[in-house]
């Protein structure tokens, strides 16, 4: 596998083929973990992060033998190969464009991301589409296990797992739902949410998490305390949570449907019009127009246009993406001039529609 490879394929997250993928666009669970004989990164030196991440990526192929498994040191990349590392939610930004050593171990049609020397020694990280929190955390946790059979990872029987960010301390874990919610903020109510999950203690963040805005109409909902609760019972909250956001939505859904349907329909079809016809187009406009195709194939309103070529174009439109498509590097306007060609020529090479997921279910 190399990042050629990727460019030609897309992660089983985007497939849309999860519980609830009408809503819920994937689920992830990060744990952060650092060697126990090593200093945290804040303190390390260049030295240092060279015998990290040479003695994790020995490690790495011991402990997980898969042959589908590739480590990418970062360092020799190019940036526009980081920058489509990030574009697939597979490394951070802070990890693309950091200092010194460091690479990424990818896996797993894209399931399985492990970071070395991000902020901590160590970033585990799986990927899937749709709700299957819990089944996520259960592959993440193998690898874990894997890893901590040959590593020894610094731990406090009081404390927990010990990191750079003492917000991390304790499980280590970050655990999150990427949530398309289109009705509700064009219903204006999408605030409520916000306000209602602060109190349980669950962030709201965008697209590429955190740090970054709301994009598409996609938010991420992840925990924030890692301290004081374990793996299963942080799982536990966000499940009760979730499930509760996702009819809310598709209960406005519906009441837009009902009440205003010309209006839903109108938006939807100009959208998928624009982008059927548009000769030049940025990335922020392209995700507010997909935005409106996402609703409108999932309402059955637009019945040519499976869900997964639509997940696919939200992040196959990104910026290091189209470039890598080209194999040159591109201005801006010379990217908003292949993206509308690339959309146009996606739609008009579509299939019926055999994976919109309906409540609760998926299809294939």
């Not at 804040?42 to 490690?59: F, L, V």
């Not at 909250?237 to 329909?265: A, D, S, W």
Request: overall charge neutral; glycine content about 8%; charged content about 25%.
């Amino acid at each position: 596998m190399d990042l050629n490879d990727l460019q030609t394929s897309a992660g089983e997250w985007l497939g849309g083929t999860g519980p609830d993928s009408d809503i819920v666009m994937s689920s992830r669970v990060r744990l952060a973990r650092n060697l126990a004989e090593f200093p945290f990164l804040s303190r390390a030196t260049p030295k240092d992060r060279g015998q990290i991440e040479r003695r994790i990526q020995t490690e790495l192929k011991r402990a997980l033998p898969a042959p589908d498994l590739r480590y990418f040191s970062l360092p020799p990349l190019p940036p526009v190969d980081r920058q489509f590392l990030v574009e697939r939610h597979l490394i951070s930004r802070e990890h693309a464009y950091g200092k010194g050593p460091r690479g990424v171990c990818l896996g797993g049609g894209e399931t399985i991301s492990i970071m070395v020397n991000e902020e901590d020694h160590l970033r585990l990280q799986a990927l899937r589409s749709g709700f299957q929190l819990r089944s996520t955390w259960e592959q993440v946790d193998d690898v874990d296990s894997r890893l901590e059979k040959v590593l020894d990872f610094a731990f406090s029987p009081q404390f927990g797992y010990l990191t750079v960010c003492p917000t991390n301390v304790g499980t280590g874990m970050r655990a999150s739902v990427m949530l398309h919610l289109p009705a509700l903020v064009m219903s204006q109510q999408i605030n409520k949410v916000f306000q209602a999950v602060s109190k349980i203690n669950l962030a709201v963040r965008g697209l590429y998490g955190e740090g970054t805005q709301a994009s598409g109409d996609f938010y991420q909902f992840s925990n924030q305390p890692t301290l004081g609760k374990s793996e299963l019972e942080i799982i536990e909250t966000i499940e009760r949570v979730i499930p509760k956001i996702i009819e809310y939505e598709r209960t406005v859904r519906e009441q837009l449907v009902e009440q205003r349907r010309e209006v839903i329909e109108d938006k939807v079809w100009r959208a998928y019009g624009m982008l059927q016809t548009a000769r030049t187009i940025n990335s922020e406009e392209t995700m507010d127009l997909l935005s409106a195709v996402r609703l409108g194939v999932n309402l059955k309103i637009i019945r040519d246009v499976g869900i997964s070529t639509v997940n696919e174009l939200f992040i196959l439109t990104q910026p290091a993406h189209l470039q890598k498509l080209e194999r040159s590097e591109l201005n801006g306007p010379e990217r908003d001039i292949t993206r509308a060609t690339y959309i146009r020529n996606r739609l008009a090479a579509r299939g019926p529609s055999s994976n919109g997921a309906t409540k609760g279910e998926s299809k294939s």
